[in-house]
Every structure is written in C-alpha cells, then in structure tokens.
C-alpha cells in the first residue's frame, strides 16, 4: 500500500543521541519529558512503553510495533478509520557529529496511507494538529535538555479554531 502522507518534524539537540533517546524512553510515564500532555491529550498505554503496548492519545489509537531504548520506538495506527500506517520518535547522532558526540536530532516520522474519511480528515483536521503538538512536544525536548526553548512553537489561529471546535 503507498504511503501518500509522510510528515517529519525533527529538532536539534546539544547532547548525545543517548540522552535525546532517554525522553523517547520517557513516553506515556509519569516523568514523561517529550509528549506535552499538559497542552494536549496525553500519551497512555495499557502497560509501560514497550512492544505490544496498546494505547495512544485522544481518538488516535495505536500499537508499540518496536522499540529499541534510548533510540527508536515504533507506533502502528489502529485509528481513526482510514490511518493505514505508523508514526515513530528516533534519537540519531546529527549529521556531521562524531559518533558519541554532543549533538543529536530527535526526529519524528508519520508515514500512512489516508482511506475512506482519512483522505479529507487528515488534511484538514489532524495534519494541522498534529504539527502543532508535535512542534510542542519537540519544545518540551528541548526545554529538558537545555532548560530553554530558543524558538517556541506558536499555535496559527487555524490549530486554535479547530481546538476551539474540538471542545
């Protein structure tokens, strides 16, 4: 099946891809350092992050399909209706850095093919929303390793009417 959605949202980190891979390792726990759930649904799931573990956040559900510590976990969608694909958080050394060095990218991937509802609902619902909180969880990474945010994410007035709506 073609992925015809592929979205990447990645942020520049002053540490070891190690320690950007600790707040992937942080994802749905109670000191949970990347997902922003005080803005946005939180990340759960019916067991600690691991392969198998069922969960996600608000309506959007899915699987852990794999996970390696401190670098790479993989989420297979179970819904809404029509998101045939995954979405992933990994922890890479940024390009040019030695290997072990102290800069890191912390990249997320969403790759799915939208069917049936998905190929309207995604473009004009969930794409916008989830840049947004995507943008907001990379903020919080960086605020976690750096204790600042150079550049915090803004909501446009699209996000915040269809926040708005939402309630």
Do not use: Q
Request: hydrophobic letters at 45%; one cysteine or more; a positive charge.
């Amino acid at each position: 099946m073609p992925m015809d959605v592929y979205n990447v949202h990645e942020r520049l980190l002053p540490v070891k891809a190690s320690e950007a891979g600790a707040l992937i390792d942080s994802l749905a726990s109670d000191g949970d350092l990347l997902w922003p759930r005080g803005s946005w649904h939180p990340m759960t799931f019916d067991r600690p992050l691991s392969v198998g573990a069922v969960g996600g956040h608000g309506p959007v559900r899915y699987r852990v399909a794999a996970y390696v510590p401190a670098t790479w976990v993989r989420f297979t969608f179970s819904g809404p209706r029509g998101f045939h694909g995954f979405h992933e958080f990994a922890a890479l050394p940024a390009s040019g850095a030695p290997a072990g060095g102290d800069r890191s990218v912390l990249r997320h991937t969403l790759a799915m093919a939208a069917r049936g509802p998905a190929r309207l609902t995604w473009p004009l619902f969930w794409r916008p929303l989830h840049n947004a909180c995507l943008e907001d969880g990379l903020d919080r990474a960086e605020l976690a390793c750096t204790g600042t945010v150079a550049r915090p994410a803004r909501w446009s007035p699209y996000v915040r009417a269809l926040r708005t709506f939402a309630r």
